[in-house]
T-cell receptor, first 114, second 119 residues
């Protein structure tokens, strides 16, 4: 069965702080995709990253970085120098390589205070 | 990039009426679309997988007679909430799978969502 756990329900930081959002997953598949999405108050999901299970290389995109550790089944997301506009709910998700059966974590609500 | 639209974006209806939500892939053909439901402050839950030209596959616990899905063309899937009740009030999100091609991978794109309020 596919399962994604985001243990942090809510996180509050002050602007310019770094923050890491945790994601732990379970799957019986040997190949899969991992995702991070941002959901602002408008509700529309904003795609942030997709990572293939073959590729354990960490990725950096501007202030965002992702740490994929297959050994611990984790795919953590770090925002460096957080900004108020980063305030949103962030979801980690898992799917098979056909993009089927996408399962979302419970989400982490991030509040960045000025 | 690929775009998926949903219509309407927001709907309010009376209890007992039926509501239809459309999901369209605007610049690619989607043989498979997915419907999710999100209650306030909760995660997205997959309701069903919609396949063009065949019956939808529903997740456990989702009533197929209540949530009718029709994937009549390669760019359109509809979700009809029949005899809606207040407990059906939720945020409904569709996604469409772009099969990709020679130079692009298969990708799933999400629509902007539809907020349903049943009074």
């Amino acid at each position: 069965a596919q399962k994604v756990t985001q243990a942090q329900t809510e996180i509050s930081v002050v602007e310019k702080e770094d923050v890491t959002l945790d994601c732990v997953y379970e799957t019986r598949d040997t190949t899969y995709y991992l995702f991070w999405y941002k959901q602002p108050p408008s509700g529309e999901l904003v795609f942030l990253i997709r990572r293939n299970s073959f590729d354990e290389q960490n990725e950096i995109s501007g202030r965002y970085s992702w740490n994929f550790q297959k050994s611990t089944s984790s795919f953590n997301f770090t925002i460096t120098a957080s900004q108020v506009v980063d305030s949103a709910v962030y979801f980690c998700a898992l799917s098979d390589l056909n993009n089927n059966d996408m399962r979302f974590g419970a989400g982490t609500r991030l509040t960045v205070k000025p | 990039g690929a775009v998926v639209s949903q219509h309407p974006s927001r709907v309010i209806c009376k209890s007992g009426t039926s509501v239809k939500i459309e999901c369209r892939s605007l610049d690619f053909q989607a043989t498979t679309m997915f419907w999710y439901r999100q209650f306030p402050k909760q995660s997205l839950m997959l309701m069903a997988t919609s396949n063009e030209g065949s019956k939808a596959t529903y997740e456990q616990g989702v009533e197929k007679d209540k949530f009718l899905i029709n994937h009549a063309s390669l760019t359109l899937s509809t979700l009809t909430v029949t005899s809606a009740h207040p407990e059906d009030s939720s945020f409904y999100i569709c996604s469409a799978r772009d099969p990709g091609g020679l130079y692009s991978e298969e990708t799933q794109y999400f629509g902007p969502g539809t907020r349903l309020l049943v009074l």
